[in-house]
């Protein structure tokens, strides 16, 4: 292999036009780190790298170092993920999961299990109907957060510690104190926060089961989608207290109608 030359698995989380034929491409390599490169001529009709390089696409690449951005010198497909990019149900509810993992990953920081656990829910939701699909992508959401250390706590106090029951608060209607500044739940006993909120025990204990299950348990027993919706909501105020920004793909889940 040449100098300067260096192979990569990565997932497409991004594209970007640059001048008339070319694509900026924002990948998502498989020890997490975050990776942008250039890829020439890709948006040519005779270029090989056209379907290679869509969002979703998982690839084998040959880069070759460059002065700000690398080059892709080739690309061969790994998993297409056909199923999300194909529907545009599923496509709508995996926009989110790729949008998110672009704003947690580094250049320098290696998170191998970001990549493992977006390339696995892709696959699940390929698996699935829409409905599902939007648990899961949720779901993904909630554990990204937990990899790049901003753990929500649903079912403990961030005050005190105690744990609270979100079965029981559920089973009557219940509503419990949420911060996302503070990092989750507080008890009835402890003070509130200036952005608390109170939100139902149901979506609390939705989003508690979303964070710790499996992807094939949630696609096995999907919830409601009203409560799937409510959960998201509590990422979207996430994402904007913890990365400073929202996800224009999850405003576009709230406002497109498509569920």
């Given at each position: 292999m040449a100098a300067g030359t260096y192979p990569a698995r990565a997932m497409v989380l991004r594209k970007t036009k640059l001048g008339e034929t070319d694509l900026i491409v924002t990948l998502l390599a498989e020890d997490g780190r975050l990776l942008k490169a250039v890829a020439k001529g890709a948006r040519k009709p005779s270029s090989s790298f056209a379907a290679r390089l869509d969002v979703f696409c998982e690839v084998d690449l040959l880069l070759v170092r460059?002065?700000?951005?690398?080059?892709?010198?080739?690309?061969?497909?790994?998993?297409?993920?056909?199923?999300?990019?194909?529907?545009?149900?599923?496509a709508a509810a995996a926009a989110p999961v790729v949008d998110l993992v672009a704003r947690l990953a580094q250049p320098d920081l290696e998170s191998p299990r970001l990549f493992a656990v977006t390339s696995a829910v892709l696959s699940a939701m390929e698996r699935t109907d829409a409905s599902a699909a939007l648990a899961l992508c949720a779901a993904h959401l909630l554990k990204a957060f937990s990899f790049a250390g901003f753990r929500p706590s649903f079912d403990r106090c961030v005050v005190?510690?105690?744990?609270?029951?979100?079965?029981?608060?559920?089973?009557l209607s219940g509503a419990i104190s949420f911060s996302p500044?503070?990092?989750?739940?507080?008890?009835?006993?402890?003070?509130?926060?200036?952005?608390?909120?109170?939100?139902?025990?149901?979506?609390?204990?939705?989003?508690?089961?979303?964070?710790?299950?499996?992807f094939a348990e949630i696609a096995a027993t999907p919830e409601s989608r009203r409560l799937t919706f409510e959960v998201l909501h509590l990422c979207q105020a996430w994402v904007r207290e913890h990365v400073g920004s929202r996800l224009k793909s999850l405003e576009f889940l709230f406002t497109c109608g498509l569920f």
């Open positions: 460059g002065k700000s951005l690398d080059i892709v010198k080739e690309a061969r497909l790994v998993n297409a993920h056909r199923g999300v990019r194909e529907d545009v149900e599923h005190c510690g105690s744990r609270i029951d979100l079965a029981g608060a559920s089973a500044a503070e990092g989750g739940v507080a008890c009835s006993g402890c003070l509130l926060f200036s952005d608390s909120r109170r939100i139902q025990a149901d979506v609390l204990n939705h989003a508690n089961r979303l964070l710790h299950a499996t």
